[in-house]
Structure formats: C-alpha cells, structure tokens
C-alpha cells in the first residue's frame, strides 16, 4: 500500500506498507463452493518477489513462523491467567492436521519522517501515522526498528502512554478485538495510534505479526462469572462505530474494508458497508 491509500477515520494515514497473510491452498480458494460467504475472497496467495528479492519470501516465512509460536504461548499464557482450560480457545484455531490455515498477516511499514516544510506548513506538532484504532485480530506482536519511536497506546483511563523505544528482539504485545470478544470485554482491546513528529531523525519501521483464528470461527465468550471484574467503569476509548464481529471473517474484512476504501472500490465494488460495520453483498 503506498503512502496516501490507507485512511483512518476518513484521514489518511502517514505511511507505506507491504502485507503478506496466510496462504490458501486452492481447494479453499474456490469462490463456488457451497456454504461460500463473502469474506472468503480473503482466501489468497501471496505475490511474492522471488524474481527480483528471492530472500524476502524465505525470510518473512520463517520470522512469521517463530513469531506465530511466540503468540501462541502467550495464547496459553491467557488461559492460565485466566484460569480457563485451553480448549476453550483452542476449538476456534487451527488444528495441525487442519488444510484451512489460522489467518495471519504481517505488515513490513515504513512511515516516513515529517520534513521541515511540511511541519512549518502544517504548524501542528506531530501528524497521524496511523489514527488510533484497535486491531481486530486476536494479538498482535509489534517489533520496531530500535531507533524508532511514535508509537503510542491508551490506557483503559483515556490518557495515551508513549511506548519506549525497545532494543532488538523486543515485542509490543497489543490485544485484539477477538481477544476482548473471548474474555467478555475483561481483555480489552488496546487502543494504539501512530504519531510522526518532525524532531524523528529516523522513519519509523514496524512489523507487526497479527496472529488470528481461522477465517469461518465465529468466538463466543467463555463462561466469565468468575473473573474479579476490576476495570468496571473505567472509560475506554471506542472508535466510532467500531462493531466487534463474532465471525472472525467478517471482523477482518470490516477493518480492510474501512482502512482502504479506494481498494474495496476498485476490486470489491460489489460490497458495501453499513453505516453500523456491517457489510453486505
Ligand atoms: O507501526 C506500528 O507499530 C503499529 C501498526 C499498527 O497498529 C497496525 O498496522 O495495525
Ligand atoms: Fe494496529
């Protein structure tokens, strides 16, 4: 996505990105098949640029692999500190003998430093790299090149917290829609923005690894009677007509859709969102 597509919000976001996601055999590509719902047409391969950078696809493919393992022991993690038995999440991924994968995705992002002219022109202090939102997957691992900073999130009272810059082999663990959707709301998604400020000597480079269930899970919340629910009354902060979807499928394809509208415009024209998220054929 080239900088100027993405927007949050109805702003455009400041940054470039390239995304790759899980590979779908093409007995799970078929658009015909009984039972076919819309967002299936997620279902793809990559377009990977083995002729002209034949590492890329071998080294993303490995760095998604560790970095799905890391995101699965913090899955477990969860359940223990949630007391809930394993299998309770477990039903909604992929087994190992599974042929339809969990939807993954990574994004290599770049947002680039403000110049002098656009920061004088602006008169604004910092300009949106990515407007705040909550991702709507199930977790997501952050890793930011070590010069980098912008990154903010929200606490469950409001105020937005700077994350630090972090050294190598460091992860900013971000929880998703779907996890505040298993937990009954006592995960919250974390809300998180993107700032570019023009004092950054250096672009911010992220890759966010966003580990999900499979495409058709629709989650359901474990029984939550005996959690101590601690954050009751606290704010936190809701996008506008921010639906969270049980259907991971249509949860995924509502953020793509809303986030790139010229895209879904020129190859999904057949597909419309309602003023209240839901979209429909
Ligand atoms: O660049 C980052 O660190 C955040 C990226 C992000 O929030 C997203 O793509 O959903
Ligand atoms: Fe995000």
Not at 34 to 48: D, I, K, Q, V
Not at 62 to 88: I, K, T
Request: charged residues 20%.
């Amino acid at each position: 996505m080239p900088l100027g597509v993405e927007n949050t919000d109805g702003k455009i976001d400041g940054r470039d990105q390239i995304e790759y996601a899980a590979e779908y055999m093409a007995s799970y590509q078929n658009q015909q098949d009984a039972g076919h719902r819309f967002y299936h047409r997620l279902r793809s391969t990559n377009p990977w640029p083995d002729s002209i950078q034949p590492d890329l696809r071998p080294a993303i493919t490995e760095y998604v692999s560790r970095g799905l393992d890391v995101a699965g022991r913090l899955h477990d993690a969860m359940c223990l500190a949630l007391n809930v038995d394993p299998r309770e999440l477990a039903r909604f991924f992929a087994k190992s003998d599974d042929e339809e994968p969990n939807f993954w995705s990574i994004k290599l992002v770049s947002y680039p430093p403000i110049s002098n002219e656009t920061h004088a022109s602006s008169m604004a202090e910092s300009l949106q790299g990515v407007g705040a939102h909550t991702d709507s997957n199930f977790l997501t691992l952050i890793c930011q090149d070590q010069n980098s900073s912008g990154l903010q999130v929200q606490h469950v009272g409001g105020a937005s917290i700077d994350v630090p810059q972090t050294p190598p082999n460091v992860f900013i663990c971000n929880i998703g829609e779907l996890s505040e959707l298993w937990t009954g709301g006592y995960f919250l998604a974390t809300p998180h923005q993107v700032l570019r400020y023009s004092s950054n000597a250096h672009s911010r480079t992220s890759i966010p690894i966003f580990y999900n269930l499979k495409l058709d899970s629709a989650i359901e919340p474990f029984n939550t009677n005996d959690l101590l629910w601690e954050r009751q009354g606290q704010n936190q902060m809701r996008r506008n007509q921010n639906k969270l979807i049980h259907c991971v499928g249509e949860n995924s394809i509502k953020s793509l859709a809303r986030s790139h509208p010229k895209v879904f415009a020129r190859h999904h024209g057949d597909l419309r969102i309602l003023e209240d998220d839901w979209i429909v054929m």
